[in-house]
């Protein structure tokens, strides 16, 4: 069936493993995969949704003890600790492969042994790397259809090598007890057993796309990174590009699709979305630093998505779209969820399958981690250069945050090494829903602390590397935070499509357009030059979220510093440097 011999004796050995009733290749045809969906609506792991409002769509619960990424249950399995690094959890490998292959030995006795090859990136592209997921589940054949460019030509492309991402997951009991998410970097290799969370089992998403690629990355002279990539589009016709890593809950699929307000769409600009979640990016020929989005499709969270926050993820998702752990709404055969809009269906399923009626019940309908899987190219935002074999070149590289006092809402960082800085010390504060305590920082540089597949402390140097491989040609380095709030805890941003006006000053300072203000941590806007324009803020309120507060910069410090103390012996001497210059200038003994 499969004339690759690498891949061949691989498959032959997960079947022995494994002991299927049949094998299927999957070949990214439509007939093949509208089959699989008539199967999966027979056999209940899908339901098929209202054709009328929602063509293309269907529903699909977990297990209740199934519904997100397991950090604690995810490992970097290397030789040693040290190229774990401290940020990972580790384990050995050869302990692993028994265990994992001894939970999986027989668990697709009954089932169906589904083959995925499929491609990060284009195909046809240079930057493209390939990988195979072996899988019992309907739900991950689709959705991997949907996330990566699944198709036979992957294995015309691998030809005879072993140059391929292996993939294993095995459903398995969905016992969370016995629940693993394995990554064997040296090996190329991705074990997941005893689950089916997309974010534990679609294999080519952060457990390629990131660990693993990152790993790789670091050997091969890229940079595998948890951003976005937009491209904004000003009256004159010109396109700039930018990359932008936040952690969780802090807007990150908002921006990639930003909708401008009025008085900026009548002016003339355009925001285009390369990609929500995932950048690959290297020095292209022209020393300048590009960024290629290596997914084909958005896995987003549900809650929270309305006509509001995200209208272009709304038409997005209205079609051919999988929804993931949401209400169905029984009355239309639609779905709902918290956030969505205020009418409650009150005849309706919620995530655990059962019955609900969102007016009186107390509990959630929809899991506040519930999904939707679509493609890409519904979104009415793509850019054009969506399937550029190359990518896009990147202007600015921006890190954000969630912090209610301490981080102005944008700051430029003073050279690259210091953007590098910023990156290593992004933080966010929990709220009451997170942990039950406010203000808790919780650090996550870049927003890869849970995804660098090796050593933290490397991981920084190759950032350090990038820099100097840049020269001058480097992207700026700037810092966002659209979440500063009053005594009362008001946010004082409007935030949403409003975040152009930030990202406008950026690229004006990218190039040189407008003076900065210099402050200990780096440069600010002048009021002036935030376009205010048709805004409800006042002047003192925006100067307030510009303003830098050094005392609480100072008790920052200290903070960092703690944080810091991780990578004693690993860190990058020049971030070292970076702290000491700040509590310098903060005027710090």
Not at 150 to 173: M, P, Q, R, T, Y
Not at 296 to 321: E, H, L, Q, R
Not at 343 to 348: G, I, M, Q, R
Request: aromatic letters at 10%; glycine letters at 8%; a negative charge.
């Amino acid at each position: 069936m499969i004339k690759n011999k690498q891949v061949s004796i691989w498959i032959e050995s997960l079947s022995k493993l494994l002991n299927p009733d049949n094998v299927v290749l999957i070949d990214g045809s439509n007939e093949q995969l509208e089959e699989l969906r008539r199967i999966a609506c027979n056999n209940g792991e899908l339901t098929k949704l209202n054709e009328d409002k929602l063509p293309g769509c269907y529903l699909h619960r977990t297990e209740i003890n199934d519904v997100a990424r397991v950090e604690d249950r995810t490992f970097i399995c290397t030789p040693t600790k040290e190229e774990a690094g401290p940020t990972n959890n580790w384990r050995d490998p050869e302990e692993m492969y028994e265990l994992l292959y001894g939970i999986a030995r027989g668990s697709y006795k009954g089932k169906t042994m589904y083959i995925i090859p499929y491609s990060m990136c284009p195909i046809e592209s240079d930057y493209a790397k390939f990988g195979i997921e072996v899988t019992d589940s309907i739900y991950v054949v689709l959705n991997m259809a949907i996330m990566t460019r699944v198709d036979k030509k992957v294995l015309e492309k691998i030809g005879d090598s072993d140059n391929f991402v292996k993939g294993l997951h095995a459903s398995c009991e969905i016992d969370q007890e016995k629940r693993y998410i394995c990554h064997f970097p040296q090996d190329k290799t991705i074990i997941s057993v005893n689950s089916g969370y997309g974010g534990n089992v679609l294999l080519g998403k952060k457990c390629f796309a990131l660990r693993i690629a990152s790993y790789l990355g670091k050997n091969e002279g890229f940079m595998a990174e948890h951003m976005l990539i937009l491209g904004i589009q000003n009256p004159e016709g010109e396109t700039k590009y930018i990359a932008a890593a936040f952690p969780s809950a802090c807007g990150k699929t908002n921006l990639s699709m930003l909708v401008p307000p009025p008085s900026y769409k009548e002016k003339g600009y355009k925001v285009f979305c390369v990609g929500d979640d995932i950048a690959w990016m290297r020095v292209g020929q022209d020393g300048q630093l590009w960024a290629i989005n290596p997914e084909n499709g958005f896995f987003g969270v549900a809650p929270g998505t309305n006509y509001k926050t995200n209208p272009n993820a709304m038409k997005t998702i209205m079609s051919d779209t999988i929804f993931t752990n949401v209400v169905l709404d029984k009355d239309d055969n639609t779905v709902w969820w918290e956030g969505l809009n205020d009418n409650y269906p009150e005849n309706a399923v919620n995530w655990k399958g059962e019955l609900w009626n969102g007016k009186t019940s107390k509990e959630k309908g929809a899991h506040p981690n519930s999904r939707f899987t679509a493609p890409a190219k519904n979104c009415p935002c793509i850019s054009p250069q969506f399937d550029s074999l190359y990518g896009v070149p990147i202007s600015a590289i921006v890190f954000g945050g969630r912090r209610a006092r301490v981080t102005p809402l944008v700051y430029q960082s003073r050279d690259f090494n210091n953007g590098v800085f910023v990156g290593s010390i992004m933080a966010s504060e929990t709220t009451v829903a997170a942990s039950g305590k406010v203000g808790v920082v919780r650090r996550d540089p870049m927003a890869m602390l849970p995804f660098c597949g090796y050593n933290m402390g490397e991981y920084f140097n190759k950032w350090i590397e990038l820099g100097k491989q840049l020269g001058d040609k480097a992207p700026k380095i700037f810092n966002v935070n659209w979440f500063r709030q009053d005594d009362n805890g008001n946010f004082l941003w409007p935030g949403f499509g409003e975040n152009i006006r930030v990202l406008d000053w950026i690229l004006k300072r990218c190039e040189n357009k407008i003076n900065a203000i210099e402050t200990p941590i780096g440069y600010i806007p002048y009021t002036k030059d935030i376009n205010s324009d048709d805004l409800d803020i006042k002047k003192d309120t925006l100067e307030y979220i510009l303003g830098v507060d050094k005392e609480l910069w100072r008790q920052e410090t200290l903070r960092i510093e703690e944080f810091y103390k991780m990578f004693k012996g690993i860190m990058p001497i020049e971030l070292n440097q970076e702290l000491e210059q700040l509590k310098s200038r903060l005027q710090i003994n």
